[in-house]
Antibody, heavy 120, light 111 residues
Framework: EVQLVQSGAEVKKPGESLRISCKTSGYSFTYSWISWLRQMPGKGLEWMGRIDPSDSYTKYGPSFEGHVSISVDESTTTAYLQWTSLKASDTAMYYC?????????????WGQGTLVSVSS | QSVLTQPPSASGSPGQSVSISCTGTSSDVGGYNYVSWYQQHPGKAPKLIIYEVTKRPSGVPDRFSASRSGNTASLTVSGLQAEDEADYFCSSYAGSNNYMLFGGGTRLTVL
């Protein structure tokens, strides 16, 4: 069974750094791209970026380029989303998701979400 | 604001059919066969229900169907059931610059 299990909720202050994780299992980790998506409170989904675990090539959405970074650890089949300096506007639910069939443009498995709250 | 336009709400009675639209441009919805739809119940992660414009993943009931005309994609839910009450999001590939876009979501209410 394919599973994506995300790390727990975080409460941070503006300017702090943060890394959240997405532990995968049940499939060949390097076969499928993984994306991160943001859902702000009461709002829709926004695609942030994706990574190819086979070579760590990343692609970011225009709104997120330079503000977040995505990485993987192949040894632990885990993907990460990282901020170096959080803003209050980063408060949101964040999902990791697996691209269906390896390198497609839709997601067939999702993590349960990680709630990030940023407030002074 | 969302780049793909969806109506904020839709509703229908049990057993009825309801359609949800998703309007983009020739650079996204109309330009690639990479439209997908997701169902999201409150407090849950989204679930893929349609991919590649019209295809259903295994396990998704055939009550869910989809189509596209020009730059507008549509999701139809037939034989509405109480458990269909959820938010529905469309998504489309949009080329190497914008990459992947989502609609703002439609709240489906089963009356």
């Amino acid at each position: 069974e394919v599973q994506l299990v995300q790390s727990g909720a975080e409460v941070k202050k503006p300017g702090e750094s943060l890394r959240i994780s997405c532990k995968t299992s049940g499939y060949s980790f390097t076969y499928s791209w993984i994306s991160w998506l943001r859902q702000m409170p009461g709002k829709g989904l926004e695609w942030m970026g994706r990574i190819d675990p086979s070579d760590s090539y990343t692609k970011y959405g225009p709104s997120f380029e330079g503000h977040v970074s995505i990485s993987v650890d192949e040894s632990t089949t885990t993907a990460y989303l990282q901020w170096t300096s959080l803003k209050a506007s980063d408060t949101a639910m964040y999902y990791c998701a697996r691209h269906m069939g390896g390198a497609s443009y839709w997601f067939d498995s999702w993590g349960q979400g990680t709630l990030v709250s940023v407030s002074s | 604001q969302s780049v793909l336009t969806q109506p904020p709400s839709a509703s229908g009675s049990p057993g009825q059919s309801v359609s949800i639209s998703c309007t983009g441009t020739s650079s996204d919805v109309g330009g690639y066969n990479y439209v997908s739809w997701y169902q999201q119940h409150p407090g849950k992660a989204p679930k893929l229900i349609i991919y590649e414009v019209t295809k259903r993943p295994s396990g998704v009931p055939d009550r869910f169907s989809a189509s596209r005309s020009g730059n507008t994609a549509s999701l139809t839910v037939s034989g509405l059931q109480a458990e269909d009450e959820a938010d529905y999001f469309c998504s489309s590939y949009a080329g190497s610059n914008n990459y992947m876009l989502f609609g703002g979501g439609t709240r489906l209410t089963v009356l």
